[in-house]
């Protein structure tokens, strides 16, 4: 049964079904010390919900921020929009693919492997059974950051749920694809393969 809408705790938003995108969940990607477990979180439009939620506990984290990692740093107006900007329109920031058709998406990551199940809350442990393309539903904790001067709101990826399977979007085709019709050619080669050594034993 798919679970719609989503869950708001202050903070952390447990996702209504969205699709995985850039998904390294598995293993860290980065630079050096830097590297971390990512996904891309697209979500349709039409999850006004999950919508909802993200951009509540984006302002909910806003408000931490400015006792804590904000605090005696104002951050202006333009700043303020540039934070709430963390949940992209894929409309208007990815209009050449279709994947982000009609949908917002926002990209979470960890230095923390995710906990990773499926719809069962069995683990998934089988790299290729979780990917880019595949659907579920995501946990995610939005806080506030001030690095180096650099200040705003970061998306955290706690654990994630595989639903259903969906097409990859690797980019790289599958063995399927690529070797389509070579089994009926190779059935056809036997039966006259078949066929020639069966004149021969007429010899």
Known sequence: MKVNGSV???TKVI?????FSYAYVFEPKGDGG??????????????????KNIKKAIKNAYEIG???KFKGKKIKDKKIKDIFAILHDGDEERPEDPVYENSYY???SAKTKPGIVDKYKRPIEDTTEFYSGCYGYASINLYPYNT???KGIACGLSNLMKFEDGESLSGRASAEDDFKGFGEELDDFDEDFDEDLEDDDDL
Not at 15 to 19: C, E
């Open 8 to 10: 708001l705790n202050g």
């Open 15 to 19: 996702t209504g079904l969205v699709r």
């Open 34 to 51: 830097d590297k971390k477990y990512s996904v891309s979180l697209i979500i349709p439009k039409e999850d006004k919900q999950t919508i």
């Open 66 to 68: 400015k006792e804590t």
């Open 106 to 108: 926002i990209n979470a």
């Open 148 to 150: 180096n001067g650099n």
